[in-house]
């Protein structure tokens, strides 16, 4: 069977290239990932300060698109919106013929090397890509294929996350299903923001403002033992951690929070929240913020004694307080003893995905 010959180059992601291409590129996805793809793309197409889109392709000969690969690319981090192969129309097959296919394999590992080449040249130095999870009932689906894909670039599997919502609740439900805690009584802990302020030139986006060491030194604690993407800590520090939550488009300055325990007076764990805006179904098109728990942790020798459920009351309170009704998070899969707290909590299931990653050598 004849071989495409192809071409590889990186192209400018025009809206109308994009309108073309997207369509047969997300059509194996779900509807959840091909929404959220789109919104991606919407987002740092309105606004390049975001995030610059990057786009690679694989053409034929007769300079039709074969398969193509869009990023996002922002500090030292890119994320892939969605990579894959573009099924030729009806027409495109009478004039090719059913013949002519593709070498997957070698097609993805061209596109890998174009965009490993394209990241260096803009000093990132990590890749990752959340797809959706493949179900084993269904080991022949497009969501395969995609995951395959993610082999073909030299990706690994990070963790498989739950994305989890649910309304924002007085009454926070701990571990123990007899204890509860009633509204902020935050029992053992205070919170203390990062000073934003204290930033001289507040748009430096590696500027550290006064409290931003401290959360560091606490989120690098609780990477210590910990069931959350525990791989993480192999691919960035920290500090890339945290540059990246400040990069995200719902980052909220106000809700970077180290716990502190009261009596000790030593900090024993961090809380970093931001704001999506929603829409209620029931005030047509009034918005109103979502809260998102972006991350949450323990230092080890702080964990077991029941802080968590202080954490999640603190987010809660603080959800209501800004307007928030609903409050969204994601957990990795197999970290059992964080699922139980956020369900007992109130959260329930939206969907999930599979996170791949690589560091660009």
């Given at each position: 069977m004849p071989l495409m010959s192809l071409t590889y180059q990186s192209e400018k992601p025009r809206a109308e290239l994009l309108q073309e291409l997207l369509p047969p590129l997300l059509a194996n996805l779900s509807l959840a990932r091909a929404q959220i793809a789109i919104d991606q793309i919407r987002t740092h197409l309105a606004d390049p300060n975001r995030g610059q889109l990057v786009l690679i392709t694989a053409k034929s000969e007769s300079e039709r698109h074969v398969a193509a690969a869009?990023?996002?690319?922002?500090?030292?981090?890119?994320?892939?919106?969605?990579?894959?192969?573009?099924?030729?129309?009806?027409?495109?097959?009478?004039?090719?013929?059913?013949?002519?296919?593709?070498?997957?394999?070698?097609?993805?590992?061209?596109?890998?090397?174009?965009?490993?080449?394209?990241l260096r040249q803009r000093s990132v130095d990590f890749l990752q890509w959340a797809v959706d999870p493949v179900e084993k009932s269904e080991p022949d689906s497009g969501v395969e294929s995609v995951v395959r894909c993610c082999a073909w670039f030299g990706?690994?599997?990070?963790?498989?996350?739950?994305?989890?919502?649910?309304?924002?609740?007085?009454?926070?439900?701990?571990?123990?299903?007899?204890?509860?805690?009633?509204?902020?009584?935050?029992?053992?802990?205070?919170?203390?923001?990062?000073?934003?302020?204290?930033?001289?030139?507040?748009?430096?986006?590696?500027?550290?403002?006064?409290?931003?060491?401290d959360l560091r030194?606490?989120?690098?604690?609780?990477?210590?033992?910990?069931?959350?993407?525990?791989?993480l800590s192999e691919f960035r520090t920290a500090e890339q951690t945290m540059r990246g939550y400040r990069n995200a488009d719902a980052f909220d300055e106000r809700f970077w929070?180290?716990?502190?325990?009261?009596?000790?007076?030593?900090?024993?764990?961090?809380?970093?929240?931001?704001?999506?805006?929603?829409?209620?179904?029931?005030?047509?098109?009034?918005?109103?913020?979502?809260?998102?728990?972006?991350?949450?942790?323990?230092?080890?020798?702080?964990?077991?004694?029941?802080l968590a459920k202080h954490l999640i009351?603190?987010?809660?309170?603080?959800?209501?307080?800004v307007g928030c009704d609903r409050m969204i998070l994601a957990v990795d899969r197999n970290n059992s003893v964080a699922g139980r707290l956020y369900r007992g909590a109130g959260l329930t299931e939206m969907f999930c995905e599979q996170v791949w990653c690589k560091s660009i050598s």
């Open positions: 869009i990023l996002v690319c922002h500090d030292d981090t890119s994320t892939m919106v969605h990579a894959g192969a573009i099924s030729p129309s009806s027409n495109d097959l009478a004039v090719i013929g059913d013949d002519a296919q593709p070498n997957w394999a070698e097609v993805f590992a061209a596109i890998s090397d174009q965009i490993d080449g394209e990706m690994e599997p990070l963790a498989t996350l739950d994305y989890l919502s649910g309304p924002v609740e007085q009454n926070v439900i701990a571990p123990n299903e007899n204890d509860r805690v009633q509204g902020d009584q935050s029992g053992p802990l205070r919170f203390d923001a990062i000073d934003w302020e204290s930033v001289a030139a507040h748009q430096d986006l590696r500027s550290q403002p006064q409290g931003w060491s030194r606490v989120i690098e604690a609780t990477y210590a033992e910990t069931a959350d993407c525990p791989r929070l180290t716990a502190i325990d009261h009596d000790s007076g030593q900090a024993v764990g961090c809380l970093i929240l931001a704001t999506h805006r929603g829409r209620h179904e029931s005030d047509g098109d009034q918005q109103l913020p979502i809260l998102e728990i972006v991350y949450m942790g323990l230092v080890p020798e702080s964990r077991g004694r029941g009351a603190h987010a809660m309170t603080t959800a209501s307080d």
